[in-house]
């Protein structure tokens, strides 16, 4: 009975060598790792292509310096942030249709460290030294916009338009329009007001036209050189007078009426 116990014992022993060599050498097993994973000085190295089934822990995970770094799931990808107490600080998910971020503040630096793009609670900065818009209904704000430059493209038009409200620019120190090539039109269904606090307006230009002004009563003994005055009314209208010796505004004021 001993010797076959022994005998039986050697062949079970010899049985789990075999399946033992057999796992060994199925996962890949080696002094330095298993399998695609390495143990290296710097931590774990995976070559190739990796599923997990679990969650995933680690302080960083970078990719070769030849080859791209690839994070790829049939539904989503999320990535975590904790503090110590477990809680989530901020999440990155990218899923089929939406890329969200939710954290505290969303921020996007250039190669060199540069701020290019902030966003919090409280506003959205653009660090770039030029915001292009390129879609063809432009841009739309529903509030206000504070910026020291608007600029259209080259051999483009530049359109400021408010379909339904008003339009509104103000500026401590003044707004400079500038059209290098072409002209500045202001449309309005209404009224169009220009207004200075401390100052004057100023018309500086070869030819200032005023077409469609209201013209008074021409005398009967007429005016052929065709010369007239402009007139104000008290509440700001402007019409056109047959000049004179002197003035003729008192003349056709009934126009302000």
Known sequence: CMYLWAFLLLVILGFTFQLISWVIRVLWFSPTGMGHLRVTKDGLRLEGESEFLFPLYAKEIHSRVDSSLLLQSTQNVTVNARNSEGEVTGRLKVGPKMVEVQSQQFQINSKDGKTLFTVDEKEVVVGTDKLRVTGPEGALFEHSVETPLVRADPFQDLRLESPTRSLSMDAPKGVHIKAHAGKIEALSQMDIIFQSSD??????????????????????????????????????????????????CHENSHICL
């Not at 005023?210 to 007429?222: F, N």
Request: one cysteine or more; hydrophobic letters at 40%.
């Open 199 to 248: 100052g004057m307006l100023v018309l500086d230009a070869e030819t200032v036209c005023l077409p469609k002004l209201v013209q008074g009563t021409q005398s009967a003994a007429g005016n052929s050189q065709r010369l007239y005055e402009i007139c104000v009314c008290p509440d700001g209208k402007l019409y056109l007078s047959v000049a004179g010796a002197g003035t003729t």
